[in-house]
């Protein structure tokens, strides 16, 4: 057997088998940030850029990439996600917004992948609506904060 878990005895690629998994609670909590000028930050604040409400279109969207996730990340499990919420938090020092999305399950595997894709898409889409304002904004510091659950165990990031 090979010591890759995505590879099989000949070396081709294949996903991982879950089915004798027992189900348990699951969790997992992703962050990123995305910077940009004063300007693009005062008009997302004060829902002045023309594409709409900045923010509340992000979470839509963050959201629904956790969902679509095992379509977008090869051999990624399709999930039957039972939460799933991305919220922002502007920083005014330095003209920055923190992204976090918490995603939950009752599952075989876990939800990290599905927490930093929509951490990943929601800064995407802060970028789309106000590119026309700032081409120079920068999506940095996507990490796993936290996941629980699962063989493993939990795992909490050190800062």
Known sequence: MSAFSHLDEKGSVRMVDVTEKMPTARSAIAQGVISMNRDTFAAIEE????????LETARIAGIMAAKKTAELIPMCHPLN???AQVDFFPDRNTFSIRIVAEIRLTGKTGVEMEALT????????VYDMCKSSDKGMRISDIVLL?????KSGTYRRET
């Open 81 to 83: 996600i039972s939460h």
């Open 146 to 150: 936290e996941k629980t659950g699962g």
């Open 118 to 125: 929509a951490v990943s898409v929601a800064a995407l889409t």
């Open 47 to 54: 829902m002045g850029m023309k594409k709409g409400n900045v």
